[in-house]
């Protein structure tokens, strides 16, 4: 009784351990941030599966997917998979191996698929499928002793189910009996059974009325995600059939152990596996995307401090870390003062994306356009990105907050309606009544009030190729415009068009700024350096005596190294990080010689 209370007390601590760390350590809702998993509360979303094959598994992730929203409740459905996922590894492995060998093989699965469930690009499809796919092997190996036809018609049926269930997916069913079938001298078989995989994915084809690229590759998803393929990190379910045929050739004394050694032999691997796997992700630590997406989720929540906190801890620039930072300075107040205080590494496209770049990252374009007011040009990018993922509610909630903006109420409650049928985003829906007025958009403390007071009064052609003409045009519309003032303000920083900088510099007293921002100050020394001028007010501001005073500072270390830029760098950049000099100088392309 002692033995087995404690055996259970050690599987309770591992699996508490387990569930606070994807708890506090990967964080579910970093999960669901990068893979946004769409569900509706809704018949044709349903349908919309049905028709697929592998649909009901994916409908169910899809389901399921929904819990990583919230943190605590993520982290338990997490480790559920995971502790699914080790207790039918290994049973398989348990018909190929036992005693040390056994042990061996099962911390190595368990590592493997502990960091399976830490990767942010894993999804619970492939999870949910591989539970599936383990699930029916095992009832394939029950039918061994049926004979030879019984076993291939144990496997047409299990792997036809598998098809219906979970797609493609069922190719893994098939490796795994596969392998059984070579293990046992029946190598023949093991092919059949590949054939008829491919049989039936053929069959299914013209069963669900899909093309075979699709009946090939349904429900085994290839998603974009940090410039590689979000496949990838589901490798580590290859590592099965890999301790499979290890299990062949490990060979050790007294391989067979009895009762309690065994437990504790196995409660022992499992520490191992845990440990191991615990320690890998540790070990990363803040890898590039974690930063990211902790950056992207803060952005999303305006946790604009905590934006900043995290960018500052980047090891190099990323430009959806950059534009976020940039998001988050001028909702500060403090992007015309600290905008260089972080690598602009990406020039202009830190602010505004590019055309390429536009159709790279849409939803980042979407998001920027609502900040700035630019609300045709907001809606614009997101039914761009309807297209390709469909009713993507964070979509629906731009298009609603769109149309709440331009006083287009009915439009706005299409899109809130569709939105009170998700999980996640059902709350913020209801904030809003089912009949609207227009209340909503004049409040100047909400959300949809700022951007109603940033709209446009007057329509323009968009040009995708030079942002900052809509910039331009954006504040001719709408000359309160604060946003669009700083950000085209930091657009000629970046690109060095100073001069255009001072045209507009006396537009300060339209927003009642107290003095020049230091980094406007900083850009206009370099522009009086270049023309040869030498006032020191624009429009009755003057530069302070403390920028004036550093600028000689500046000057004067360049002198000691006798104008040569490169040999002043190292003591440059120590001394006036953080400056708008220190970009024109060395950081920025398009800007050679010295301020």
């Not at 599987?11 to 809702?29: D, I, K, T, Y």
């Not at 769109?402 to 913020?428: C, D, E, V």
């Not at 007010?537 to 005596?545: H, L, N, P, Q």
Request: with cysteine; proline share 3%; hydrophobic share 45%.
């Amino acid at each position: 009784m002692r033995r087995a209370a404690g055996l259970t007390a050690g599987v309770l601590s591992m699996a508490a351990a387990s569930h606070v760390f994807f708890w506090l350590v990967v964080r579910p809702e970093l999960v669901f941030q990068c893979q946004q998993p769409i569900f509706f509360l809704d018949g044709d979303f349903f349908r919309s599966f049905a028709a697929l094959p592998g649909g009901l598994l994916a409908y169910i992730a899809a389901f399921a997917g929904q819990a990583l929203f919230f943190p605590a409740i993520g982290a338990t459905l997490l480790l559920l998979i995971f502790l699914c996922g080790s207790v039918l590894t290994l049973r398989v492995l348990c018909g190929r191996a036992s005693g040390t060998a056994l042990e061996l093989l099962f911390a190595a699965a368990l590592a493997f698929l502990f960091l399976m469930q830490c990767q942010y690009e894993h999804n619970l499809l492939i999870g949910l499928g591989f539970i599936l796919q383990l699930a029916f092997f095992l009832l394939y190996a029950r039918s061994g002793n049926t004979g030879r036809f019984g076993s291939t018609a144990a496997f047409l049926l299990l792997a036809s189910l598998s098809y219906a269930l979970s797609g493609a997916q069922h190719f893994y069913f098939a490796l795994l009996c596969l392998l059984q079938a070579c293990f046992e001298g029946r190598i023949i078989r093991g092919f059949l059974y590949a054939a008829i995989a491919a049989a039936i994915a053929v069959l299914g084809s013209l069963v669900y009325g899909v093309g075979l690229a699709e009946a090939f590759s349904s429900s085994i998803i290839r998603l974009p995600a940090m410039d590689r393929s979000i496949s990838l990190c589901h490798a580590g379910y290859g590592i099965l059939p890999v301790l499979l045929v290890l299990s062949r050739f490990l060979r050790f004394k007294s391989s067979s152990p009895k009762g309690g050694r065994q437990n504790r032999g196995l409660i022992a691997s499992t520490i191992i596996g845990l440990a191991g796997g615990m320690l890998a992700v540790l070990l990363a630590g803040e890898t590039e995307i974690k930063q990211i997406l902790k950056i992207e989720l803060a952005s999303g929540e305006r946790k604009w401090t905590e934006v900043l906190a995290t960018a500052g801890k980047m090891k190099k620039p990323h430009i959806r870390a950059t534009w976020q930072v940039n998001r988050a300075l001028f909702h500060l107040g403090r992007l015309s003062e600290d905008m260089f205080s972080f690598r602009q590494t990406y020039g202009t496209s830190g602010l505004v994306f590019s055309q390429a770049l536009s159709f790279q990252m849409p939803f980042q374009r979407r998001d920027i356009f609502l900040d700035l007011g630019h609300v045709n040009e907001a809606q614009h990018w997101a039914h761009e990105e309807t297209a390709p993922i469909g009713d993507h509610p964070e979509n629906l909630k731009v298009l609603a907050m769109a149309n709440l903006a331009k006083g287009q109420y009915r439009a706005a409650n299409l899109f809130l309606n569709s939105l009170r049928k998700t999980i996640p985003y059902r709350r913020w829906a209801k904030r809003y009544p089912v009949h609207l007025s227009s209340h909503v958009s004049a409040d100047p403390d909400s959300i949809i009030g700022r951007i109603t007071a940033q709209m446009p009064t007057s329509d323009f052609i968009v040009n995708l190729e030079y942002p900052e003409r809509d910039l331009e045009r954006l504040l001719a519309s709408n000359p309160k415009n604060r946003m669009v003032f700083e950000y085209l303000m930091a657009h000629y920083l970046l690109t060095c068009r100073l001069g255009r900088l001072v045209q507009n510099i006396c537009r300060l007293n339209d927003f009642g700024y107290e003095g020049i921002p230091r980094h406007y100050e900083e850009a206009l020394l370099v522009y009086l350096g270049q023309s040869g001028k030498s006032q020191t007010e624009f429009c009755g501001r003057g530069i302070s005596e403390k920028t004036l005073r550093r600028f000689e500072e500046f000057r004067f270390v360049i002198r000691k190294h006798r104008g040569d830029g490169k040999a002043a760098e190292s003591e440059l950049r120590k001394r006036f990080a953080g400056t708008y000099w220190i970009y024109s100088m060395f950081e920025n392309p398009l800007m050679a010689g010295n301020p």
